[in-house]
């Protein structure tokens, strides 16, 4: 594959450095480089633990938390309800 790269100045340093010690293309040099960079993977980094805090929803005494489904299945009856009264009114 060809390609064209614009390379730092810096790395462009290095490559010149590198053809003349090894005295090798540069292609080769390159090639040889991108290999081994891309042959190594990065550790991942170590994630936090998700932690999750509690929090106290302060509900009022006499709703029991373990019915809250029962509690909107209420709450949806009575809106219903309201609902079918206004549409009695206006006919």
């Known amino acids: 594959m060809r390609t064209t790269l614009t390379l730092d100045p810096d790395v462009t340093q290095k490559l010149k450095s590198r053809v003349a010690e090894q005295k090798a293309p540069l292609k080769k040099v ?17 994630k936090a633990p998700f932690r999750v805090a509690p929090h106290s929803f302060g509900f009022k005494p006499g709703i029991d938390v373990t019915k809250l489904n029962q509690l909107l ?12 009264r206004v549409r009695r009114k206006r006919r």
């Open 73 to 84: 299945d209420e709450l949806d009856v009575q809106e219903f309800a309201s609902k079918l």
């Open 30 to 46: 390159i090639n040889d480089a991108l290999r081994r960079g891309l042959a190594t993977r990065p550790e991942p980094k170590p």
